[in-house]
């Protein structure tokens, strides 16, 4: 029901995700695309998602919208090396707001680091 509009800001999403490495991201939506795709019911409109180990790790049976967004992120290879590399919690408030954590940020750094190191020293 949202994927077509999720596919809409995965680009901005993607690069938010690389981003908060340096910190929590949030990215302001636009209310009327999810109002004219959804029932209208407000309360299904706030949701949050824990990625861990390149899984979603909390239960979102119950949110359409936070299923689609799962779905998406989790079927584009760019975001899934990143849920590889840390884990992340995804929530959007009721303002249309989506907020971006990456729990581990150090360990992005690390394996591009090693990869450097393991080609000089080659």
Do not use: C
Not at 28 to 43: M, V
Not at 57 to 74: E, K, P, R, W
Request: no cysteine.
């Amino acid at each position: 029901m949202y994927t077509h509009i999720w596919n809409k800001y995965l680009p901005i999403l993607r690069i938010l995700l690389k981003k908060s490495a340096s910190g929590d991201q949030t990215l302001n939506l636009n209310k009327i695309d999810f109002e004219r795709a959804g029932s209208g019911r407000k309360a299904g409109y706030k949701f949050t998602i824990e990625f861990t180990r390149g899984r979603v790790a909390n239960v979102i049976s119950g949110s359409q919208l936070a299923s689609d967004l799962a779905a998406v992120l989790l079927q584009d290879d760019v975001v899934k090396r990143l849920f590889a590399d840390a884990d992340y919690q995804v929530s959007l408030n009721t303002k249309f707001q989506v907020s971006i954590r990456n729990h581990n940020p150090q360990l992005q750094a690390a394996p591009v680091a090693d990869e450097s190191n393991r080609e000089s020293a080659e």
